[in-house]
């Protein structure tokens, strides 16, 4: 295949050689290959359980790209240097249902400096996709499959059109045209063989079929001046890093000279970058004055940039034509060259469409389009209907239309469950001794025929913690002396689980104590589940709660009236949620739980506990997070007793109250957000 297309460009290369300049003329086939490729048609067929995708392309001459994005999964495919065109509409792309294919968008995704056509294609669950490209355009093979949706590439066309341009140059010689085999659509390209020179410069083949219809030009001539090569860019500084100062300069690559002028005229000097650079030179009349010029191993190009700023001037470079002015001549000339273009672009016919939204609101649609619609255009909305009238030039209707094609689709809704789960745990031991001091209530004993109102200490038993002294009844004098080492309150518990008596009653003498002993372990669990449905971007809002009166008195004085004001007391969630592309969800969360504590209270009106947590979380799609915890431990303990008495060892703890308490107090919040599949 190399060798039989080189001995065609030699062939080729000899015939124009040879040929008047005056007497060619690009042939239909040439004049073809130059135009761009455009969209033709599109068109499906079954194959089994899976599909085979047509997309007729004229004149395609690059290799599609293919992607695959998830949530919803979607098989991108662009069309590098492919005009969308106007031949493929909607009822067109309404055509390619399949049961693989769920939806299918088409738009011109770029226009400048190359375009690109992307097609969308919302796949089914599984989906396998074959892609292949051939100079007719594009095929995309379906097949059903489990797991994860893939796409690939199987198949690429050449870089340049081999067959159209051998074919072109073989037409041209005497010589029967010899038939040259297409590449097989599945085959790999085959690099090049290196190709001879045809008395002239090397240039790729399709450059060398379009130069034929123009006069055979010597080697100097045909040669790119070094001026109109692209500049060398500095590399793109890398995601990872950082960028360092001064990448992205232009960086010249012309050849060096030295020079050392004075006083020389600018005219002659450009005259000499110009002979430097190969370039035919024109100069404004207002180009003039003298300058001094040293230069050192400089390239000629960034000379010719430094000279013309130092002298105010501008230059413009095209087809090998150097032309130098005043910058404020050459911006006048770009402005209204703009304007030109622009007038030309807004020239035509307007077209008017009407189209309903279904899922879009037409007032939020309008908003996008005031930026698309040219400066002819217009769109009216229909709050009624949600309609869109918009009228256009022709050209951007297609454009507005796609548009609306992927903003008119239903938006996916997400279930947003939180739980806040509270646990309390306490745990409290105390041990006491009480003393009575009379024979009453719950520590009364009876003795005989009395069980009530028995003394301290009396003429008599039973008494209560005392010593009983010798009766004199000549005198009438009594001696006693009565105790209570501990005092109800101090000493003793509140209440008690358990009591223990202990006495000792005689005519003289009489011990009486309790001894009392509580433990208490408690636990609480509070759980709170707020859950919430809402679309992809939009806020949601549950509320659950109460709300809590209390008076307030106007002016803050006395006597004021009083009236009534109330707080909030709410288990509250805001959210939200952004389905991203890899199936994960990212939240905007406020949770906050409030609620009365009327164990704490002011005039009658509750204290408020408020838990509340603000954060941004992103999950993936039925997982679960824990957004925040707060663990709360507390001991106490504490002893209170008569002074020494209770330090008395093994009977000093008849003489005091010993308290131990333990508290954990635990808080979490989880989240969990669903999307929800129709």
Not at 204 to 222: D, G, H, M, R
């Amino acid at each position: 295949m190399n060798a039989r297309l080189s001995s065609l460009l030699v062939a080729g290369g000899v015939v124009l050689a040879g040929i008047h300049t005056g007497s060619l003329h690009a042939s239909p086939a040439l004049e073809a290959a130059a135009r761009k490729a455009v969209l033709v048609s599109t068109s499906m067929e079954a194959d089994g359980p899976g599909a085979k995708v047509f997309l007729r392309v004229t004149g395609m001459t690059s290799q599609p790209g293919v992607q695959v994005l998830a949530n919803p999964h979607r098989v991108v495919l662009d069309l590098h240097g492919v005009d969308r065109g106007t031949t493929v509409t909607r009822k067109d792309l309404a055509q390619l249902a399949h049961p693989l294919i769920l939806k299918t968008r088409l738009a011109q995704f770029a226009t400048d400096p190359k375009p690109v056509t992307r097609l969308v294609l919302e796949v089914a669950p599984g989906t396998q996709v074959l892609v292949g490209s051939s100079p007719e355009g594009v095929q995309l093979h379906l097949t059903p499959g489990e797991g994860r949706v893939q796409a690939r590439f199987d198949g690429a066309i050449q870089p340049i059109l081999l067959p159209a341009a051998a074919v072109e140059l073989a037409a041209m010689t005497t010589a029967p045209a010899a038939a040259i085999a297409p590449l097989p659509e599945k085959a790999a390209p085959r690099p090049l063989a290196a190709l001879p020179a045809v008395g002239g410069s090397f240039q790729l083949l399709p450059q060398l079929a379009v130069s034929t219809a123009l006069p055979v030009a010597s080697p100097e001539a045909v040669q790119t001046p070094e001026a109109e090569k692209p500049h060398a860019q500095a590399p793109a500084p890398s995601r990872a890093g950082g960028r360092t100062l001064g990448e992205g300069l232009t960086k010249y690559s012309g050849s060096k000279i030295t020079i050392d002028l004075q006083n020389t005229e600018i005219r002659d000097f450009l005259r000499i970058l110009a002979d430097t650079g190969k370039l035919n030179l024109v100069m404004d009349p207002d180009v003039q004055g003298n300058f001094g010029f040293k230069f050192t191993d400089t390239p000629w190009d960034q000379v010719l940039d430094v000279v013309l700023k130092n002298a105010g001037l501008g230059k413009e470079i095209q087809n090998g034509v150097l032309r130098v002015a005043k910058v404020d001549k050459l911006q006048k000339e770009e402005e209204e060259r703009k304007k030109l273009d622009e007038t030309k672009a807004l020239a035509g016919e307007l077209q008017t469409i009407t189209r309903p939204l279904s899922y879009a609101k037409v007032s939020e649609v309008q908003k996008i389009l005031k930026d698309m619609l040219t400066k002819r255009g217009s769109a009216i909305l229909d709050d009624r209907t949600n309609t869109l009238i918009i009228t256009d030039l022709p050209r951007n209707i297609s454009v507005i239309d796609d548009l609306l094609q992927t903003l008119d689709v239903q938006i996916q809704q997400v279930q947003i469950e939180a739980r806040v789960v509270e646990a309390n745990k306490n745990w409290q031991r105390e041990f006491g001794v009480k003393w009575p001091q009379s024979n009453n209530g719950s520590v009364a004993i009876t003795s005989g025929s009395t069980s009530t109102g028995t003394p301290w200490v009396g003429s008599s038993s039973p008494f209560w913690n005392g010593v009983q002294g010798f009766n004199r009844p000549a005198s009438g004098q009594d001696a006693s002396i009565a105790w209570s080492p501990g005092k109800d309150g101090a000493t003793s518990i509140t209440a008690p689980a358990g009591e223990l008596w202990l006495s000792f009653l005689s005519n003289r003498f009489s011990i009486n104590a309790v001894l009392q002993a509580m433990e208490k372990d408690g636990t609480l669990k509070i759980v709170s589940s707020p859950k919430v449905v809402t679309q992809n971007n939009k806020k949601a809002t549950i509320l659950s709660g109460q709300k809590i009166p209390y008076p307030t008195q106007q002016g803050g004085a006395q006597g004021g009236a009083i009236t009534v004001a109330f707080i909030d007391a709410n288990l509250q969630l805001d959210v939200t949620p952004q389905i991203t592309s890899e199936g994960t969800i990212i939240m905007d969360l406020k949770i906050e739980k409030a609620e009365a504590d009327f164990t704490r209270t002011v005039q009658g009106t509750p204290t408020i506990l408020r838990k509340a947590i603000e954060t941004q979380v992103l999950v993936r799609d039925g997982g679960t997070a824990v957004l925040g915890g707060v663990y709360i431990t507390s001991t106490s303990t504490g002893t209170t007793g008569v002074p020494f008495l209770s330090k008395i060892p093994l009977i000093g703890f008849l003489f005091r109250n010993d308290t131990k308490q333990d508290q954990n107090v635990e808080l979490l919040i989880f989240i969990t957000p669903r999307v929800l599949r129709q």
